[in-house]
């Protein structure tokens, strides 16, 4: 049976679990890559028939995760996929404060996990599956965050401008090819995700922009993890994906 391959990064909750949850649909194949098994997930895919794959990886050592990847690639029949999709969508924030109280460790890993692993798996992802006749896809899944500056958020602001960045670039690899992939870093608006709570918990002092995302919470403007996927997916599936590298899923 011809499948859809999707390879998910950060699915073991928020809006990557929901992503996940809405791509174990008949005639998809999905791998997820997290710190941690989603036993929720594996139960739905379980009683849809849906083939789930689910590696317990830290993102952080993402040449480790790439090498993986790689050889798991290696061994897959590319014939046996009408198409190839992965969707890097981890990601982590640095303690909230001013660049000069962060840990260099503490900015390493948002940077590795935000940027390098991005940018690992791509490379790995593209290489392994070049002589696919299968369409190849990379969604990114970019910020507001990452194209607008904002105090108290120098690693997390830096990562996601630095995934824009190089998908623009990756999209000008990839149209000199003649079975290049179609590659897109999308920001997905304001979804109420674990992540949210961090920002409209930090203390006002440490984060200026605190009482605007608490609005957002109060004021009912956030969507939830459900609708947010479901746009992603609605956006990925559009036949102009990838006309324009850096989009926002409100466009």
């Known amino acids: 049976m011809i499948q859809h391959l999707y390879i998910l990064t950060g699915a073991s909750r928020g809006m990557g679990a929901a992503l996940a949850s809405q791509l174990l649909q008949a005639g998809n194949q999905l791998l997820c890559i997290s710190r941690s098994v989603n036993e929720s997930l594996q139960a739905e895919a379980t009683a849809s028939g849906v083939q789930l794959e689910q590696w317990q990886q830290d993102l952080a050592d993402g040449a480790l995760a790439a090498t993986r990847l790689g ?29 000069s109280d962060a840990e260099p460790e503490d900015l390493a890993n948002a940077l590795r996990v935000g940027l390098e692993a991005p940018m690992q798996l791509t490379a790995t992802f593209l290489r392994e599956t070049e002589s696919w006749k299968a369409p190849r896809k990379v969604l990114n899944i970019s910020s507001g965050m990452g194209r607008r500056a904002m105090a108290s958020q120098s690693a997390y602001c830096a990562a996601k401008a630095g995934m824009d960045h190089f998908t623009r670039c990756l999209a000008l690899d990839e149209a000199l090819k003649p079975h290049g992939a179609r590659v897109c870093s999308l920001a997905p608006g304001v979804i109420d995700t674990g992540m949210q709570v961090q920002l409209r918990s930090a203390p006002a002092a440490d984060f200026p922009d605190q009482a605007g995302f608490a609005s957002l919470k109060a004021k009912g403007q956030l969507s939830s993890p459900e609708d947010a996927a479901g746009r992603i997916i609605g956006y990925l599936m559009r036949a102009d994906f990838g006309s324009n590298p850096v989009a926002d899923v409100r466009d």
Not at 72 to 94: E, H, M, P, R
Request: hydrophobic residues 60%.
């Open 71 to 99: 050889n798991w690639l290696a061994l897959q029949d590319g014939a046996a996929f009408a198409s190839a999709t992965l969707i890097n969508n981890a990601g982590v924030i640095a303690r909230i404060g001013p660049l």
